[in-house]
């Protein structure tokens, strides 16, 4: 996706914000639209028929809601990003995209501003959520720890420095521009946890740490 454009789906209900979305989106020279629906059965439809790299979804659609517009298109094309916009901050929504394979989750009341950072870091292979939602889910994050199916102990102390900041939803880049390291150097640190604690799976990781780590 480097040197060609990043060709996009978009979907939601409200005509005028799919076709603020739209041209927030086109702006940018290596961004396309290739195709929008106004519900989740006719995003479904589209994102079967085109050749998309990324699919940025509303949550509350008639026909299908996002989730299962999310849930549809990955069962069938496990390599297009989904990005998910909602007006809602709330934590089981979130955790519920999370475990469908859900790489960006974005605020509509802050989506011109976090769209294309959230298209930047997905299409970099890195999980997206905006800085509002991450506030809120810090603020409510679930502090029961009497999960002892994982060995935390295991970790070493940097691993689990990593995995302090990965529950603090901050990205690999982020990361290491904290700890003056190398982005490889985290990736590696996160792969090595995820190993340690018996984790698999997209978004996993994070998953962990937002149910067993306090920030």
């Keep these: 996706m480097d040197n060609e454009k990043i060709k996009i789906l978009i979907a939601d209900d409200h ?14 020279p290596h961004l396309e639209v290739v195709c ?9 439809r589209l994102a079967l028929i085109y ?27 496990p390599g297009v990003a989904i990005i998910l916009l909602t007006m809602h901050k709330a934590r089981d929504g979130f955790l519920k995209a999370l475990e469908i394979g859900v790489s960006g989750y974005v605020l509509k009341e802050n989506a011109v501003v976090d769209i294309i950072n959230a298209i930047a870091a997905v299409n970099r292979y890195q ?31 940097s691993e689990m420095n990593i ?4 529950a603090q939803y901050k990205s690999t880049k982020e990361i290491a521009e904290e700890l003056f390291i ?18 698999s799976g997209k978004n996993s990781l994070l998953r962990f740490a937002i149910e067993h780590i306090s920030a």
Excluded at 128 to 148: A, C, G, T
Excluded at 183 to 197: G, Q
């Design 15 to 28: 005509p005028i914000f799919l076709k603020g979305l739209q041209e927030v989106i086109e702006d940018k």
């Design 36 to 44: 929008k629906a106004d519900n989740g059965t006719e995003a479904i």
């Design 51 to 77: 050749d998309i790299d990324m699919a940025i979804l509303d949550i509350d659609m008639p026909g299908a809601n996002g989730l299962q517009v999310a849930e549809q298109i990955l069962a069938k094309k």
């Design 127 to 157: 999980s997206y959520i905006s800085p509002e939602m991450s506030s809120f889910l810090l603020k409510h994050k679930n502090r029961n720890r009497n999960d002892v199916s994982f060995r935390l102990e295991s970790l070493t102390p």
């Design 163 to 166: 995995l302090e900041k990965v």
């Design 182 to 199: 190398s982005e490889k150097t985290v990736s590696n640190h996160r792969m090595n946890i995820a190993k340690k604690l018996d984790l």
